[in-house]
C-alpha cells in the first residue's frame, strides 16, 4: 500500500513538472501561429531543443503537435512519423473540458509501453485551435523507485486491451 503510494505520488509529481511546460509552450504565441498554419518545420526547429532538454532532465520521450480535429502536426520525437489520428483517452478529455489532463495509457499500434501523458489544450481566442503533448514511458519510473526503495512495484494492464502480436514484438526490440 505504502508503495502504492509512492508510485502514485511519483506519478503526479512528474505530471505536474510536464504541466508547467506546456503551459509554457501552448501560451507562446510563435506555437499558436504555427499550429493555425500546419507548420511542422517552423514547429520542429523551435521547440526540438526544448524537447532535447526535456529528455535529458526528465526522460521525456513524446511530444507531440496536434491540430483541432486531433491530427498530429507533428511528433517532434519522431519527425518523420507524424501522421495519424489520436485517439486516446487524455487528449479526449483535454479536449472534452478544454482542460489539462494526464494519464498512464498504452498507445496501440506503437510499443505499447505504459506511458505518463500529459495534454494541453492550445486555445486561440477562447477556441481550441490545437494540442500539445508530453509523455514519458514508465518503465523507468519504477526501476527508479525500486533503487531507492528495494521494493518491486509491478505495472499491471488487462490483457485484452494488448495487441499480443505488438507486444511480443516489442518485447524481442527490448531484449525483454
Known amino acids: 500500500d505504502r508503495m502504492s503510494d509512492a508510485f502514485i505520488s511519483e506519478i503526479k509529481n512528474l ?12 501560451s507562446a504565441n510563435s506555437t499558436r501561429q504555427y499550429i493555425k498554419a500546419g507548420d511542422k518545420v517552423s514547429l520542429y526547429e523551435r521547440w526540438n531543443p526544448i524537447y532535447e532538454k526535456l529528455k535529458a532532465d526528465f526522460e521525456v520521450n513524446h511530444f507531440t503537435f496536434m491540430d483541432n480535429e486531433r491530427n498530429r502536426i507533428l511528433r517532434v520525437h519522431l519527425p518523420d512519423q507524424s501522421e495519424g489520428t489520436v485517439i486516446r483517452h487524455t487528449l479526449l478529455e483535454a479536449e472534452r473540458t478544454g482542460e489539462v489532463k494526464w494519464g498512464i495509457e498504452l498507445e ?7 506511458t505518463l501523458r500529459v495534454v494541453q489544450p492550445i486555445f486561440d481566442d477562447n477556441t481550441i ?19 531507492r526503495t528495494d521494493n518491486h512495484i509491478i505495472a499491471t494492464v488487462f490483457k485484452e486491451k494488448i495487441d499480443s502480436v505488438r507486444w511480443v514484438e516489442t518485447m524481442k526490440i527490448l531484449n525483454r
Open 15 to 26: 505530471a505536474e513538472s510536464l504541466e508547467f511546460a506546456l503551459i509554457a509552450i501552448s
Open 108 to 114: 496501440m499500434g506503437s510499443l505499447e509501453i505504459p
Open 129 to 147: 485551435i490545437g494540442f500539445v503533448e508530453l509523455g514519458d514511458d514508465i518503465d523507468g519510473l519504477l526501476e527508479e523507485i525500486y533503487e
